[in-house]
């Protein structure tokens, strides 16, 4: 067995993504409560002692599920980000309001099953790391261009958009039907944003 364990090892330098991917797509489907170490193993078709050869418990994976799942919000920013119109602040925050309602509501039971009160430190755990992560990366790029054209009218950039994510996640979640118009004048308050569309 540790022989068949070490050719594993050695001949899938990529197991440990494979062992993730798996993870997440069984906590998507079944949730994960109903997701258990040997439901993974399974589905990768790999050993349980492969498993704890990358991950000491299922805790360890899934906290590399929410790593995934933050990036891939990073992602999304990023990607907004570079499809920005220079000088039209207005559509910007529309886009934005939009893509943090995906964000926040999309990938199934998973995200549901953060939300849930037993899972209360992991979902502050993964909000935190999403909001260092998207304020920082905010704070270099999108804050930069805007205050080439325009007065930025906030002191301590990164822990105004830390804030300003954390607190807009958590008022989507608890008003789901918080229409848009509403959102967007949250933000556009909290950022002192010129919203003219001439640079």
């Known amino acids: 067995m540790a022989m068949i ?11 440990r ?10 906590y998507e489907e079944r949730g994960m409560a109903h997701t258990t170490v040997k439901s993974i ?7 349980r ?13 899934t906290e590399a ?3 995934d799942y933050v990036e891939e919000f990073r992602e999304m920013v990023e990607l907004w ?6 000088g039209n602040v207005r559509k910007a925050l529309h886009d934005c309001i939009r893509m943090l309602k ?9 995200r549901t099953d953060l939300a849930h009160n037993e899972n209360a430190s992991l979902y502050l755990r993964f909000l935190s790391r999403s909001a260092d992560v998207l304020a920082r990366y905010l704070t270099n790029t999108t804050a930069v261009a805007y205050a080439q054209s325009h007065h930025l009218e906030i002191e301590h950039v990164y822990e105004m958009f830390y804030m300003l994510i954390m607190g807009m996640v958590a008022f989507i979640r608890s008003h789901p039907d918080a229409s848009d118009e509403v959102l967007e004048s949250l933000v556009a308050q909290t950022l002192h944003l010129d919203l003219g569309d001439n640079e």
């Open 49 to 61: 002692s492969l498993f704890y050869h990358y991950f000491p418990d299922k805790d360890a994976v």
């Open 65 to 67: 599920v929410l790593d």
């Open 17 to 26: 993504a494979e062992i993730v991917s798996a993870a997440r797509t069984l």
């Open 102 to 110: 995906r964000g926040v509501f999309d990938n199934g039971s998973f």
């Open 81 to 86: 980000n570079d499809n920005r119109e220079p």
């Open 5 to 15: 364990d070490q050719i594993e090892i050695t001949d899938s330098p990529d197991r």
């Open 41 to 47: 193993t399974a589905a990768v078709g790999v050993t």
